[in-house]
């Protein structure tokens, strides 16, 4: 394998040895969104919404007047669209006006005075990611064109871009002395975390997945424009917002014998999003002695939602003395489409490759699940959405842990990965103005 092979094509491998993070920082922001939970005014980590978009005052009629692309005076309006997260998780997606045929000069503006045309041909080379499920914690590879790696005998080596990830959420919660490394060596791949004197306070909301993103997924050369926005938790009330401009005009002949058109188009909305649920979960190493503990072994928890538009609406739990099982379903309440995130790219209208198939939609990946600090097994990472409803169990291992004694009740976290598409469609009347 030579490296102009792996920088064409570079399949990369990453395993996300949490395990040696947990001892240092305590958990991905659990014991917040327990206490958030159980707050008699908690706004976080309910409802149903993740990222919201709103046509701002839309256009309702383009007068024409000319083919000429450089006459404004009228013959061209301003397509607004306000981005809002309202959900808990952080998040990084692209907005995509499309619709408009080649009679149309679409231009996106950017808060500089940047100006990016809208065009169907020369797109730039895509990345996809592909998260596996290879032990309790997550794993992710990551395939694309023209990606930066150095090589030294059989050792493939490359960091992803922590610059890139501050700079697009606006904050250093990724320090420069933090480095996520890959490494491909002799056929096997591995991951490492190099850190000094920093613990993963930073990594709470989704920041895990978005750090993986933020470095490939690539909205701007498929025709959109980009966001990273903070969620709306404790760390940011309110959840973070942008407004992206499109900039439309008719630049082609107009059409003989009609006075007025109707133009439909439409708004798409892409992003990487997580769920995090805390149910409490009842403990008992001993469930068959008769006494009466401090909780039920056996219960069916019916949860409510959890400040994302991907919910874990059912938890049923079984003891049987030498481990818990939980059973969990998982439904999109969100109204839009769920996307496998390393495909998210082809929620592009313009994404120019074949068309999508039954492995990009309807994919959540179950990023981590603890008990008591615990990575515990399930019966699959990946969890399949039938008619917006997936299922999959987990177990905690008495005996791996090493727990005896009482019952005792202790929350359950959890982190989903997933992609999503909201749109929203309007019409554009144009008329000829003689």
């Known amino acids: 394998m030579n490296k102009a092979l792996m920088a064409r094509k570079t399949l990369v491998g990453i395993l996300l040895v949490l395990v040696l993070f947990i001892a240092g920082c305590g958990g991905f922001g659990a014991d917040r969104a327990v206490a958030c939970a159980e707050g008699s005014n908690c706004k976080y980590y309910t409802g149903t919404r993740g990222v919201d978009i709103l046509l701002d005052r839309p256009p309702h009629m383009l007068y024409y007047r000319s083919a000429d692309a450089n006459i404004t005076d009228g013959n061209a309006v301003p397509i607004n669209v306000r981005v809002h997260n309202r959900g808990a998780s952080d998040s990084y997606g692209g907005v ?3 619709g408009f045929g080649p009679t149309f000069k679409v231009d996106r503006i950017y808060d500089d005075g940047t100006r990016l ?5 020369g797109l730039g ?23 930066d790696v150095t090589s030294s005998g059989g050792t493939y080596r490359g960091t992803l871009d922590t610059n890139k990830i501050s700079d697009a959420f606006g904050i250093d919660w990724l320090p420069e002395d933090l480095r996520l490394n890959f490494q491909y060596t002799d056929g096997h791949f591995g991951f490492n975390v190099a850190y000094d004197g920093f613990t993963l306070n930073a990594l709470y909301h989704g920041k895990l997945l978005m750090s993986i993103v933020v470095s490939f997924l690539d909205f701007e050369s498929l025709n959109g424009m980009t966001y990273a926005l903070h969620g709306d938790n404790p760390d940011y009330p309110g959840g973070g917002d942008d407004y992206k401009q499109f900039l439309v005009a008719m630049t082609g002949s107009w059409p003989s014998g009609i006075d007025e058109i109707v133009q439909p188009y439409r708004v798409t909305n892409c992003y990487a999003y997580t769920t995090f649920v805390s ?12 006494d009466r503990g401090v909780c039920r072994a056996n219960q069916d928890l019916s949860l409510g939602s959890q400040g994302a538009p991907v919910a874990v609406t059912r938890v049923s739990q079984r003891n049987t003395g030498r481990s818990v099982i939980m059973d969990f379903e998982v439904r999109n309440v969100g109204g839009g489409r769920v996307w496998e995130v390393g495909s998210l790219e082809r929620c592009s209208p313009y994404f120019p490759e074949t068309p999508t198939g039954r492995n990009h939609h ?5 990023g981590f699940v603890m008990i008591d600090d615990w990575f515990i097994d399930c019966s699959q990472r990946i969890i399949r959405l039938h008619d917006g409803v997936g299922r999959f169990t987990c177990t905690y291992n008495f005996a791996e842990r090493g727990v005896i004694g009482s019952a005792y009740v202790t929350p359950l976290r959890m982190e989903l990965w997933y992609g999503y598409e909201t749109t929203v469609n309007n019409n554009l009347r144009i008329r000829r103005i003689a």
């Open 96 to 98: 995509f006006l499309s």
């Open 117 to 121: 045309p809208i065009s169907v041909t």
């Open 125 to 147: 080379d895509n990345c996809g990611i592909n998260l596996g499920s290879f032990g309790p914690v997550p794993y992710f590879t990551v395939q694309c064109y023209g990606f």
């Open 279 to 290: 149910p409490q979960i009842c403990v008992d190493p001993n469930p068959f002695s008769g």
């Open 362 to 366: 309807d994919v959540i990946y179950v």
